[in-house]
Structures are given as C-alpha cells and as structure tokens.
C-alpha cells in the first residue's frame, strides 16, 4: 500500500457474515469435480466476480483427464430404476474405472453388518450385491475373492452424530482400491435398505475424458505501471474418492477468501503502490495442473535447453499442421483419385493414412481375435451339428458349409485380417479400387480422424494464446510475491493456528527474511488472536519442537521455477472430510 492507504475500506466488507455467503455462493455451484458442470460454475462465478470487482481477467485453457460416469443406475426385477436412490462409483482402481457388461448384473440385494464372510451365511456370493455401512466395509477384498459381483455402501447418519471426534469424516477409504481391481464398489444415497431381499440390476459405465479446464486471473492495477505485485493465489475445483460427490467445502475456504479479498480490495483501484494479481487455479488433484501450467507460461529456464522452441515458433507449426489437416478434410470425398502433391504436405499425409490404414487392421484383428475366443470358448468344433464326419465322404468332409459357424467365423474374419493388414502397403489409388475400401469405410475412417487432429490442433493454438495472455500479464513486474490461500476451517474446535512455508526441504534462503517478516505481520494484524508457525530456511524440514504437518503444497512450483512463493495453511487441523462426499457446507463449524 502507499502512504495514503487506509483500512476502512477494506474492514468494511472484509466480515464473517459476507465469507460465510461467500461460502455458500461456492456450495450452490455444485459438486466440483474437474470438468464437471459444478467447475464450470464456479468458473463462471469468478470471472464474474472478478469482473464485479474492477479486475483485468484473463485465462488460460489447460486439459485434464478425469473420470466420467456415463450411466449409473439400479433397477428393480421389471428394469425399473429405483425412484429414491441414487448410486455413485468409486473413483477408478489405478487406470481401471468401472465398466460393467451392456446388461449390467443382476443379483439379490441383501443387508450385512459388515463385509465379513461369515456374514454371507445362507447366501450365494455369486447371486448377492451386499449392502452395508461406510465403515463397515473393511473386508470387501474378502467378498470379490468369493465372488459377490458388487458392494454398495450407505453413509450411516445415526453413526455421525455420536462420533468421538465430530470432525472425523467416515471411513471412505475402507473400500477404496489400492491397487488395479474390477470389483465395482457403489455409494448409495436414499433409502436402499427398503430394497433389501429384492433382485435388482445394475448398470454402470465410467470413462476417462480429457475435460478443458480454465485457469482464471483478475489484476487489480495500481496507482501507475508496477515493477512489482502481490500474487494471491487458490484453487476453485475439488475431488473426491467419490468423483461425482465432491462438495470440497473445505478446499472452497480458501476460494472463498480469494473472491473477498478482490471485493475488498476493489475500492483501491488505482490507489495501491503495487499491483495485486488474483489467481484462482484448475486441477488441483491432476498433479497441481493450473500451477504447472501456469509457471509453464511464466518461466525461463526452458529456453536454455537445445530443443527450445518459442511460443510463436509452436504456434506456426500448429497452424501449419491445422492447414494440412483442412486439406486432408477437403481430399475425404475424393480419396484415391486426388493428387496429394509434394513437400510437407505429402510427409503429413503419408503419417496420418498410416494411422487410418493401422486404426482399420487393428480393428479387423480384434474381430478376429474376438471369433477365435468365442470359437475355443465353444470346444473347437470343427463340423455343424448333426454332421457326422465318420460316414461322410471327404468331399463332403472338405465342403465349408459343413463346417461349424464359429469356424466358419473364425476363419472369415482372419482372411479379413490378412487383406487390412496387405492394405497397408498399398498405394491409395490401388487401395481405393478395392471393395473393402467400401466395406472397412476408408474415406469415413479418414474423415474422423482429420475432425479429431482438427479439434486438437485448434484446443494447441488455444492454449498457446492463453499462455501467451499470461506471460503478457506478468510481464512488467520484474519481482512478484505469492500468497498460495490453503485454508481450511479449524474443524469443531476452532483451532487458531497457520503455517507459513513453501512446502519443499531445505528452502534456503531465498525465502527469508520475507518468510519472518510475513509471519510477524500476520501475528500482529489478528491481534495475535493466530499463533503463526514458520521455520524459516527449514521450511519444510519442520523442527522438533514445532513438526511440519503438511506435504507437497501449491507454492512449491512457484518455488521450483525461481518465484518467491509462500503458502497460507492451518498448523494443527487439516482436515480428514477433504476429498470425501462428507465435506459439505453443512459440517464446517
């Protein structure tokens, strides 16, 4: 601030009841999974908010992968979904989400205390989806060996209210995977237990997609052009070991302290002695990537390397290749008779008819290795049924259509096989002369793939201009400090504690004496309400007296990249509900 500054204007909005709103504002977004229509909710609400504030905006699009659930559903004997409960899958075991048959499983739903197998007594693992508690669910691997074909957990609210600690989440992780399993595992919410003893059905399918998310900057300019500005920084989304369950209440604390801090801070427009840059982040649980790819657009050490290219250089080659594809697209109507010419044109085009041609025998391959497995499945029959081999003549024996159909299948699709693969090595105009250049759809297969390099190449030249937008924004401050906000709420006892660091062993001394200095500021503007821990050039090496509680935290990329970075946490509570379908709004104190 300059020597003009005053408080007034700042103590004025900055309030319990105006955070608590706040608070709520962020809850009404929905679940916040990357992604997720809840993201990009809460996007557009900082944007707006943003906006409201007198704040320059600017984005920058970057993908994550996450897990979608495209149908999940339980349904009575007649295939009815049940009107009152909703199931939710587990997050994916390792790379494996989960993917039950087109017609789902069918079982009998039956109640136990816990996942133990005596408990299964008197029932057919094979024809039983057990039901049971959140924290109940200790044994399941128990359950999948014998071959029950599901688990569904109910959250037990009677078993909330009487918890020693109310700030215990349920155990959640009980039934989560550790490492690759299919077993399908289920959250159910509404009353199941009325279902119990009934057959009931259940479809399921999960996918990995690769969402575009947005990093969203607002800068509040001061009272003339700044060598230097204050960084605050948070991350807007949230996960959950249930993925379509992730209300993050916790993790919005410090969203929600971003978004007051700009509204508070909005009055000073033009008045402060520095800028003060507002940044709240995507992909907090994809390996922190809005951070990442925020210092990808911020840092230089890169263009040290021998294989640099600069953005600009990036752009050209992705608007040559975005050029060759709209060509590609042009011939897809006329393959096989239009000339693909020379020079790049003809390398990018030789590439990607590659990739089609291969695309279309690794498809006949799969049908051929598909008929052979249903062929062996059947015994290895070698003559339809009533074809008695011994009486037959071998004329008869050698005719095909005495042959059994899963044979005769078999040996189809493998001839099918052998012509995708020769069709690789032929020239286009010959290729194009064939009838399985119909039949396979060469021209169509061509056009796909020429749709998806489009899409691609242009979400590339995207992100490139968002990158550039960034480096832009911060290119006149020669030197930035970064607050990174991970607040959380004290839980039930209202601990009054905070941490200042990094995140990263032996900080050294880039970080002090700011780190010191920053610490003794907090203390004395809450009126040393807040004991303020920090461990100076330790930072994340902790002190026996004081031990670091925290882990990789969000300013270590700030750090990592040569900016001065610091992290705003709670000391003692950290929070066991984050990243669990129990960490609503509801249950902060």
């Not at 575009?212 to 949230?238: C, F, T």
């Not at 909005?266 to 990537?289: C, E, I, N, W």
């Not at 995708?420 to 064939?434: D, G």
């Amino acid at each position: 601030f300059n020597e003009r500054y005053s408080e007034a204007a700042l103590l004025g909005v900055l309030n319990q009841h105006g955070f608590a709103e706040r608070l709520q504002q962020i809850a009404q977004q929905g679940s916040r999974l990357p992604g997720s229509p809840g993201a990009y909710r809460t996007e557009a609400l900082i944007a707006e908010s943003f906006r409201a504030a007198g704040l320059e905006v600017v984005t920058r699009e970057l993908p994550v992968t996450v897990p979608v659930t495209e149908v999940c559903e339980i349904a009575d004997a007649q295939g009815r979904p049940l009107p009152d409960v909703q199931l939710y899958p587990y997050r994916p075991a390792g790379l494996l989400p989960v993917a039950l048959p087109p017609e789902g499983i069918t079982a009998n739903l039956a109640l136990m205390e816990a996942t133990d197998l005596p408990y299964l007594t008197g029932q057919s693992p094979t024809g039983t989806i057990v039901v049971t508690y959140v924290d109940s669910a200790e044994s399941w691997l128990g359950l999948a060996a014998v071959g029950v074909p599901a688990l569904i957990v109910r959250e037990d609210d009677l078993g909330a209210l009487v918890k020693a600690n109310p700030d215990d989440p349920a155990a959640w992780e009980r039934a989560n995977a550790q490492e690759e399993l299919t077993f399908p595992r289920f959250v159910a919410r509404g009353p199941i237990e009325k279902y119990a003893g009934q057959r009931v059905t259940i479809r399921c399918r999960v996918v990995w997609q690769e969402k575009i998310v947005r990093n969203v900057l607002g800068i509040l300019r001061g009272e003339k052009p700044q060598s230097e500005a204050l960084v605050l920084a948070a991350h807007y989304d949230s996960n959950s070991i249930v993925p379509d369950l992730a209300p993050g209440a916790e993790e919005s604390i410090g969203l929600a302290a971003l978004l007051e801090y700009g509204r508070a801070l909005a009055p000073y427009r033009g008045t402060l002695a520095r800028d003060v840059v507002f940044v709240a982040s995507a992909g907090r649980g994809q390996t922190y990537a809005g951070t990442t790819r925020l210092m990808e657009s911020l840092e230089t050490f890169t263009a040290k390397r021998e294989d640099y290219r600069s953005v600009a250089e990036r752009q050209q080659a992705q608007r040559l290749a975005l050029q060759h594809v709209e060509r590609g697209l042009a011939m897809a109507g006329q393959l096989g008779t239009a000339a693909v010419g020379d020079g790049d044109f003809r390398e990018w085009f030789a590439r990607e008819w590659a990739v089609v041609t291969g695309e279309i025998n690794l498809a006949r391959r799969e049908e051929a290795l598909q008929a052979r497995l249903e062929y062996l499945r059947a015994g290895s029959p070698v003559y339809r049924a009533g074809f008695d081999p011994g009486r037959a003549s071998d004329a008869e024996r050698k005719d095909p259509a005495n042959s059994h159909p899963l044979l005769q299948a078999y040996l189809v699709a493998k001839e099918c096989e052998g012509r995708s693969a020769n069709a690789m090595t032929l020239a286009l105009p010959e290729l194009a002369r064939q009838a399985d250049f119909v039949r396979w759809d060469y021209a169509g297969q061509w056009r796909k793939r020429c749709e998806r390099l489009q899409a691609w190449h242009a979400q590339q030249l995207r992100e490139l201009e968002g990158m550039l937008a960034v480096r832009a924004a911060f290119a006149p401050y020669e030197r930035t400090l970064t607050l990174s906000l991970e607040l959380f709420s004290g839980g039930m006892q209202r601990r009054k504690d905070m941490a200042v660091l990094v995140g990263t062993k032996n900080a050294g001394n880039m970080v002090e004496p700011q780190i010191s200095e920053l610490a003794t500021l907090l203390r004395e503007k809450s009126g040393e309400a807040f004991q303020v821990v920090h461990w100076g050039a330790r930072d994340a090496d902790g002190s026996l007296e004081k031990p670091n509680r925290h882990g990789h935290l969000e300013a270590v990329p700030w750090h990592q990249c040569g900016f001065q970075a610091f992290t705003l946490t709670n000391y003692e509570f950290v929070p066991g509900r984050v990243g669990t379908p129990d960490d609503t709004v509801e249950q902060l104190p």
